[in-house]
C-alpha cells in the first residue's frame, strides 16, 4: 500500500492506557508521545482508548458510575480521544478483552474508515490492544503496528489466558516495536519474530524533567534539607519491589524514603514499615500528578526501583534527567540505560545490596549535569519522529 507524500498519514491508534480526567496520570506518557505526533502536523490522528465497564450489578459501584460518566469523544489537546465501551470482567476476564475491545471498536472503525479512510492501524501495548488491532487491520485490509513496553509481554505474554493471544498479534501484525533491545529479546523468545521488532525508547520532556534546587524541593515536601531521601515512583504492586527499598532502611539509619505511588500494595508496606521500626521515614506520597514528579525526583539523592521486570521504565529516565542517580535491578533496560557508573548501579533484588549501593552513592555523590548524560537526546519530539517514520515505512511496504 501506498500513501502520498502530500496528506497527512491517517493513523487510528488504540491505547487502553490513556488519561481522562478520572486519572490524569493513567498511560501519561503515551498522552505525551501521542500530543508531540500530532503537534507535528503530517500525522492525521484519532485515538481510541476503549473503556472497559463491568456488567450489572458491578456496574453500580461508584468507580464505575464516574467512568460510566466520561465523555464517548473529547479533544484534549491537539488529540481527538474516541472512548467506545466495552464489556470487563475484573480480576478474571484477561483473555476475553481483545475480543470484547475487538466488538467494540470495530463498527467504529468501519464507519471512520468509509468517511475518510485510514493508512495504518496502531496499537500501543501488546495486550488487550495488540490482537484486537490485528483483527480490525485484518478487517479493512490495512498494515499495523505493536508497541510492546514491558508488563504486556513479560506478564500477560507467559499468562496462561493469554499468551496464546500476545504471541498470535506478534506473528500476524506487519511491524513491532519495542522500548528496549532486551524487551525484544524476550519477545522473540515466545516466538515472535525478531526481525519484525524496532527499538522506539521512550520520550522525555525535559523542560519540566530537569534539575531544580533540591533545598526548594525539600522545603514543598516538608523534608529536612540536610537528611538522605530516597525516591521510588510507581504502583504499589509487588512487580516494583518497594519492599525491598524499606527494609534497606534497616541500615540507613540517616534516610528517608518517598513513596510515590498507589496499589495493592500499600496496607502490606505501611505495616513492614511499622514491624521493622522505620515508619517515621517512610513517606507515603500517593498518586503524585506527573507536573509535580520533578518536585519529588529532584527532593531525592537517589531513585531506588527494585523492579522484578520492566521493559524501558519512564521513572528511570525522568530521575536521571532531574540529575538523579539510579540503582534498580540489572534487568536488560536498566543495562542498556545504565552504562556509566555515575547514573547508578545494578543491583540484585535485595535490601541489603540496595543499602549497600545507596551507601557507595551518597559517599561520592555524582554532579546532576553528569547524570543528566544519560538521557541526553531524549524528547517526544524526537520519539515521535521515530514513530512517524515506523509508520511510513509499513504503509509503503
Given at each position: 500500500?501506498?500513501?502520498?507524500?502530500?496528506?497527512?498519514?491517517?493513523?487510528?491508534?488504540?491505547?487502553?492506557?490513556?488519561?481522562?480526567?478520572?486519572?490524569?496520570?493513567?498511560?501519561?506518557?503515551?498522552?505525551?508521545?501521542?500530543?508531540?505526533?500530532?503537534?507535528?502536523?503530517?500525522?492525521?490522528?484519532?485515538?481510541?482508548?476503549?473503556?472497559?465497564?463491568?456488567?450489572?450489578?458491578?456496574?453500580?459501584?461508584?468507580?464505575?458510575?464516574?467512568?460510566?460518566?466520561?465523555?464517548?469523544?473529547?479533544?484534549?489537546?491537539?488529540?481527538?480521544?474516541?472512548?467506545?465501551?466495552?464489556?470487563?470482567?475484573?480480576?478474571?476476564?484477561?483473555?476475553?478483552?481483545?475480543?470484547?475491545?475487538?466488538?467494540?471498536v470495530l463498527t467504529l472503525?468501519?464507519?471512520?474508515?468509509?468517511?475518510?479512510?485510514?493508512?495504518?492501524?496502531?496499537?500501543?501495548?501488546?495486550?488487550?490492544?495488540?490482537?484486537?488491532?490485528?483483527r480490525i487491520a485484518e478487517?479493512?485490509?490495512?498494515?499495523?503496528?505493536?508497541?510492546?513496553?514491558?508488563?504486556?509481554?513479560?506478564?500477560?505474554?507467559?499468562?496462561?489466558?493469554?499468551?496464546?493471544?500476545?504471541?498470535?498479534?506478534?506473528?500476524?501484525?506487519?511491524?513491532?516495536?519495542?522500548?528496549?533491545?532486551?524487551?525484544?529479546?524476550?519477545?522473540?523468545?515466545?516466538?515472535?519474530?525478531?526481525?519484525?521488532?524496532?527499538?522506539?525508547?521512550?520520550?522525555?520532556?525535559?523542560?519540566?524533567?530537569?534539575?531544580?534546587?533540591?533545598?526548594?524541593?525539600?522545603?514543598?515536601?516538608?523534608?529536612?534539607?540536610?537528611?538522605?531521601?530516597?525516591?521510588?515512583?510507581?504502583?504499589?504492586?509487588?512487580?516494583?519491589?518497594?519492599?525491598?527499598?524499606?527494609?534497606?532502611?534497616?541500615?540507613?539509619?540517616?534516610?528517608?524514603?518517598?513513596?510515590?505511588?498507589?496499589?495493592?500494595?500499600?496496607?502490606?508496606?505501611?505495616?513492614?514499615?511499622?514491624?521493622?521500626?522505620?515508619?517515621?521515614?517512610?513517606?507515603?506520597?500517593?498518586?503524585?500528578?506527573?507536573?509535580?514528579?520533578?518536585?519529588?525526583?529532584?527532593?531525592?539523592?537517589?531513585?531506588?526501583?527494585?523492579?522484578?521486570?520492566?521493559?524501558?521504565?519512564?521513572?528511570?529516565?525522568?530521575?536521571?534527567?532531574?540529575?538523579?542517580?539510579?540503582?534498580?535491578?540489572?534487568?536488560?533496560?536498566?543495562?542498556?540505560?545504565?552504562?556509566?557508573?555515575?547514573?547508578?548501579?545494578?543491583?540484585?533484588?535485595?535490601?541489603?545490596?540496595?543499602?549497600?549501593?545507596?551507601?557507595?552513592?551518597?559517599?561520592?555523590?555524582?554532579?546532576?549535569?553528569?547524570?543528566?548524560a544519560a538521557v541526553a537526546?531524549?524528547?517526544?519530539?524526537?520519539?515521535?519522529?521515530?514513530?512517524?517514520?515506523?509508520?511510513?515505512?509499513?504503509?509503503?511496504?
Amino acid at each position: 500500500m501506498s500513501q502520498s507524500a502530500d496528506r497527512p498519514l491517517r493513523v487510528l491508534s488504540l491505547s487502553t492506557l490513556y488519561p481522562h480526567d478520572l486519572a490524569p496520570s493513567f498511560g501519561v506518557f503515551v498522552e505525551r508521545q501521542m500530543q508531540a505526533v500530532a503537534t507535528r502536523g503530517d500525522v492525521d490522528l484519532t485515538l481510541v482508548s476503549p473503556l472497559g465497564l463491568p456488567p450489572f450489578p458491578l456496574s453500580l459501584h461508584p468507580r464505575y458510575r464516574a467512568l460510566r460518566a466520561l465523555p464517548e469523544q473529547e479533544q484534549r489537546s491537539k488529540v481527538r480521544v474516541l472512548r467506545p465501551r466495552f464489556t470487563l470482567l475484573p480480576a478474571i476476564g484477561a483473555r476475553f478483552n481483545a475480543g470484547a475491545i475487538t466488538r467494540a471498536v470495530l463498527t467504529l472503525a468501519r464507519e471512520l474508515h468509509a468517511r475518510q479512510p485510514f493508512d495504518l492501524i496502531d496499537a500501543q501495548f501488546f495486550h488487550p490492544d495488540g490482537l484486537a488491532a490485528v483483527r480490525i487491520a485484518e478487517a479493512l485490509n490495512l498494515p499495523v503496528s505493536i508497541k510492546a513496553r514491558g508488563a504486556d509481554i513479560h506478564h500477560w505474554g507467559r499468562h496462561k489466558g493469554t499468551a496464546a493471544q500476545v504471541l498470535a498479534a506478534g506473528q500476524r501484525a506487519t511491524g513491532l516495536l519495542a522500548v528496549a533491545e532486551g524487551l525484544a529479546n524476550d519477545m522473540a523468545a515466545l516466538g515472535i519474530p525478531r526481525e519484525k521488532i524496532g527499538i522506539h525508547r521512550t520520550g522525555l520532556d525535559a523542560d519540566l524533567f530537569r534539575p531544580y534546587d533540591r533545598r526548594m524541593c525539600r522545603d514543598q515536601l516538608g523534608l529536612p534539607r540536610e537528611a538522605q531521601v530516597l525516591a521510588t515512583v510507581g504502583a504499589l504492586i509487588p512487580r516494583k519491589g518497594q519492599r525491598f527499598a524499606i527494609e534497606a532502611l534497616t541500615e540507613l539509619p540517616d534516610a528517608i524514603l518517598l513513596l510515590a505511588g498507589q496499589g495493592e500494595d500499600e496496607a502490606m508496606l505501611r505495616d513492614l514499615a511499622r514491624r521493622l521500626g522505620v515508619a517515621d521515614r517512610v513517606r507515603f506520597l500517593g498518586a503524585v500528578p506527573h507536573g509535580e514528579l520533578p518536585i519529588v525526583l529532584n527532593a531525592a539523592d537517589i531513585f531506588v526501583l527494585p523492579t522484578a521486570s520492566e521493559g524501558l521504565a519512564n521513572a528511570w529516565v525522568e530521575a536521571l534527567a532531574c540529575g538523579t542517580p539510579v540503582v534498580t535491578t540489572p534487568i536488560p533496560g536498566a543495562q542498556e540505560l545504565l552504562t556509566d557508573p555515575a547514573w547508578g548501579q545494578l543491583v540484585p533484588r535485595e535490601w541489603p545490596a540496595i543499602a549497600a549501593a545507596v551507601r557507595d552513592i551518597l559517599s561520592t555523590p555524582p554532579a546532576p549535569e553528569t547524570v543528566q548524560a544519560a538521557v541526553a537526546g531524549m524528547s517526544w519530539q524526537a520519539n515521535a519522529a521515530a514513530l512517524v517514520a515506523h509508520w511510513r515505512r509499513l504503509v509503503a511496504a
